[in-house]
């Protein structure tokens, strides 16, 4: 590895001619477009892409790191209780926590169809974001007369999680360190300085981490970063030590309700539930309500994770800071560094299976796999000889607003919510609290809010979704390739309200 090092030192270029390339600049600013990207212009040694995954495991690398968890029983009998919530990953578990917290000694269940923080609240980066609408560019343009209440929300939101986080003394590695957004497209640049926002140059921005791609960046103070694992298996702990009754290995099949003010009932694979209020967390899943099925569809997100780098590898990029990081491509990558410097490298791709389906052969994906390695040592030529440790996927619930959205039924005394698009670390606790309002009837500045009282355009049935997802997939990324032009497939869906730019 040592000999690997030395060999990589002269291939590092000057981020300008590595990203720019022949481009023609005048008085600082890029006057030609080029054509592909970074990652297409720059191809990685095939060789050096073989050793960084000879052995490589396909497994997710946080729930490894777990070791043992406690095993919660099934449920074994038919109950009674005042809420139920259905579904033991973040979403679920803070409302159910919140819950306790609001009204303490009242009888809440909690049931999870596998084991606690399995899915997606196990397996994703680890970006605890304070935005609740997927960012602000996403955020202003929905609800522009509400944004700075979102704003101001979502950062209330983050400060709370942290605040539980030292309350309850929960070991999830959390830092709040913010996030680095890297331009590394000359056309990436001009959309930064466009956006008002306060832009680092190049140099400033290798500065904090070092990568011969980056041409400019911006830095959210708003975003912790966490052990995903280890946050649900913490909220499940909390959640049972203020009384929560948690059952693992009980799927929910069914829900219906007793006319308008009786009690609901969810039949499970173990027996009947009757509740009084039921919170629906389920993600990407199924909802037991068929109304808001075609609000969201599977979108498979994958990950590498490095081996943990020593001194010297730390020292070629930098990185004291911390923060996690990601580009501004319409298939994008994110990154961060984990509490033993092992880096968290994933996105770019993002795969739809026809028919919602959700599946775990669909984790397996060589060739998405290979890709990540390769722009992972486009990015960081320095690390050459470092190797990945794992490699796995996970499944996103995917909304046409690219954030939650939150149903009601049966008389307001069932509440669901899904819909995070990726961002969802966060902003399920927010999600939480809206639910329990609902379920309680208050009228507060939350379920006030336009993102909480309009739901999102639903996808549309088979062979439509596909055709529609497969050909926004493609123009997405022949977008990247042609300096950010977007077609009239794209132009279309921005003046509907459905463009994805993120």
């Given at each position: 590895?040592?000999?690997?090092?030395?060999?990589?030192?002269?291939?590092?270029?000057?981020?300008?001619?590595?990203?720019?390339?022949?481009?023609?600049?005048?008085?600082?600013?890029?006057?030609?477009?080029?054509?592909?990207?970074?990652?297409?212009?720059?191809?990685?040694?095939r060789?050096?892409?073989?050793?960084?995954?000879?052995?490589?495991?396909?497994?997710?690398?946080?729930?490894?790191?777990?070791?043992?968890?406690?095993?919660?029983?099934?449920?074994?009998?038919?109950?009674?209780?005042d809420l139920?919530?259905?579904?033991?990953?973040?979403?679920?578990?803070?409302?159910?926590?919140?819950?306790?917290?609001?009204?303490?000694?009242?009888?809440?269940?909690?049931?999870?169809?596998?084991?606690?923080g399995?899915?997606?609240?196990?397996?994703?980066?680890?970006?605890?974001?304070?935005?609740?609408?997927h960012?602000?560019?996403?955020?202003?343009?929905?609800?522009?007369?509400?944004?700075?209440?979102?704003?101001?929300l979502?950062?209330?939101?983050?400060?709370?999680?942290?605040?539980?986080?030292?309350?309850?003394?929960?070991?999830?590695?959390?830092?709040?360190?913010?996030?680095?957004?890297?331009?590394?497209?000359?056309?990436?640049?001009?959309?930064?300085?466009?956006?008002?926002?306060?832009?680092?140059?190049?140099?400033?921005?290798?500065?904090?981490?070092?990568?011969?791609?980056?041409l400019?960046?911006?830095?959210?103070?708003?975003?912790?970063?966490?052990h995903?694992a280890?946050?649900?298996?913490?909220?499940?702990?909390?959640?049972?030590?203020?009384?929560?009754?948690?059952?693992?290995?009980?799927?929910?099949?069914?829900?219906?309700?007793?006319?308008?003010?009786?009690?609901?009932?969810?039949?499970?694979?173990?027996?009947?539930?009757?509740?009084?209020?039921?919170?629906?967390?389920?993600?990407?899943f199924?909802?037991?309500?068929?109304?808001?099925?075609?609000?969201?569809?599977?979108?498979?997100?994958?990950?590498?994770?490095?081996e943990?780098?020593?001194?010297?590898?730390?020292?070629?990029?930098?990185?004291?800071?911390?923060?996690?990081?990601?580009?501004?491509?319409?298939?994008f990558?994110?990154?961060?560094?984990?509490?033993?410097?092992?880096?968290?490298?994933?996105?770019?791709?993002?795969?739809?299976?026809?028919?919602?389906?959700?599946?775990?052969?669909?984790?397996?994906?060589?060739?998405?796999?290979?890709?990540?390695?390769e722009?992972?040592?486009?990015?960081?030529?320095?690390?050459?000889?470092?190797?990945?440790?794992h490699?796995?996927?996970?499944?996103?619930?995917?909304?046409?607003r690219?954030?939650?959205?939150?149903?009601?039924?049966?008389?307001?005394?069932?509440?669901?919510?899904?819909?995070?698009t990726?961002?969802?670390?966060?902003?399920?606790?927010?999600?939480?609290?809206?639910?329990?309002?609902?379920?309680?009837?208050?009228?507060?500045?939350?379920?006030?809010?336009?993102?909480?009282?309009?739901?999102?355009?639903?996808?549309?049935?088979?062979?439509?979704?596909?055709?529609?997802?497969?050909?926004t997939?493609?123009?997405?990324?022949?977008?990247?390739?042609?300096?950010?032009?977007?077609?009239?497939?794209?132009?279309?869906?921005?003046?509907?309200?459905?463009?994805?730019?993120?």
């Amino acid at each position: 590895m040592g000999a690997t090092m030395c060999n990589v030192a002269d291939r590092t270029r000057d981020s300008a001619s590595l990203a720019v390339g022949s481009a023609v600049r005048e008085g600082g600013g890029v006057t030609a477009t080029i054509s592909g990207t970074v990652f297409s212009r720059t191809p990685t040694d095939r060789a050096a892409v073989d050793h960084a995954l000879v052995g490589v495991r396909d497994a997710c690398f946080w729930i490894d790191d777990l070791g043992e968890v406690p095993v919660r029983p099934p449920l074994r009998r038919a109950i009674e209780t005042d809420l139920l919530v259905v579904g033991g990953g973040y979403t679920g578990l803070w409302t159910a926590v919140r819950a306790q917290q609001r009204e303490p000694g009242r009888r809440v269940v909690l049931i999870e169809a596998e084991r606690i923080g399995w899915a997606a609240s196990g397996r994703n980066g680890g970006f605890c974001a304070a935005s609740i609408t997927h960012g602000e560019e996403n955020g202003r343009s929905r609800w522009p007369g509400q944004y700075d209440e979102l704003e101001r929300l979502g950062i209330a939101n983050l400060d709370a999680i942290e605040a539980s986080v030292e309350q309850y003394a929960m070991d999830c590695d959390y830092e709040r360190t913010g996030e680095l957004d890297v331009a590394i497209e000359p056309h990436q640049v001009a959309d930064l300085r466009a956006s008002g926002a306060d832009v680092l140059e190049a140099d400033e921005v290798r500065a904090l981490l070092d990568s011969p791609t980056y041409l400019a960046g911006v830095l959210d103070p708003d975003v912790a970063m966490v052990h995903p694992a280890k946050l649900a298996r913490e909220l499940a702990r909390v959640a049972a030590e203020l009384g929560v009754e948690i059952f693992e290995g009980t799927r929910a099949t069914g829900i219906s309700g007793a006319g308008k003010r009786g009690p609901v009932t969810v039949t499970t694979t173990a027996g009947t539930i009757s509740a009084r209020r039921v919170a629906l967390a389920t993600n990407v899943f199924p909802s037991l309500l068929a109304r808001y099925r075609m609000h969201t569809v599977p979108v498979y997100d994958y990950a590498l994770m490095t081996e943990p780098l020593n001194a010297d590898q730390l020292a070629s990029i930098g990185w004291e800071g911390r923060q996690g990081v990601g580009d501004l491509a319409n298939q994008f990558h994110y990154y961060r560094i984990s509490r033993d410097n092992r880096i968290l490298w994933g996105g770019y791709d993002a795969i739809y299976h026809y028919g919602r389906k959700v599946s775990p052969a669909y984790e397996h994906r060589p060739t998405t796999y290979r890709r990540l390695a390769e722009h992972f040592l486009t990015t960081f030529p320095q690390l050459e000889g470092l190797r990945f440790s794992h490699q796995w996927a996970g499944a996103i619930d995917t909304s046409t607003r690219f954030c939650a959205f939150h149903g009601r039924a049966m008389n307001g005394r069932v509440a669901h919510t899904a819909g995070f698009t990726g961002l969802g670390v966060g902003a399920s606790r927010f999600a939480a609290e809206v639910m329990l309002d609902r379920l309680a009837g208050l009228d507060t500045e939350r379920t006030r809010l336009d993102m909480v009282r309009r739901m999102p355009v639903p996808f549309p049935p088979e062979p439509i979704a596909s055709i529609g997802i497969q050909a926004t997939r493609r123009a997405l990324d022949r977008a990247d390739h042609r300096g950010g032009r977007r077609n009239a497939w794209l132009r279309t869906l921005d003046k509907l309200g459905l463009g994805f730019d993120s």
